[in-house]
């Protein structure tokens, strides 16, 4: 899990419901939330992330530039909360 999935969740589960995620945070009991909603959808949120892998393209032709375009590409994406398929 990365601060930016958290962050895109909160945001998204803020437009849904026009409360700021704040009134959903509970730390105190060792969960995110405290209300139920909130909490179950967080934990499909994050389940359905992890199942999301990317596989990068084979980049032909280009062999001496193909390493750092991959590894750029790989970098933004998993800056983004994904796993890329190695």
């Known amino acids: 899990m990365t601060d930016k999935m958290r962050e895109e969740f909160e945001a998204a589960i803020s437009i849904e419901t026009g409360r700021p995620v704040q009134e959903f945070r509970d730390d105190r009991q060792g969960e995110s939330y ?48 994904l796993k890329v398929k190695s």
């Open 34 to 81: 405290a209300s139920v909603g909130p909490k179950y959808a967080w934990r499909g949120w994050k389940a359905s992330r992890e199942e999301l892998v990317i596989e990068l393209p084979l980049i032909t032709g280009f062999y001496n530039i193909s390493t750092p375009i991959k590894k750029i590409y790989r970098e933004a994406i998993e800056a983004a909360g």
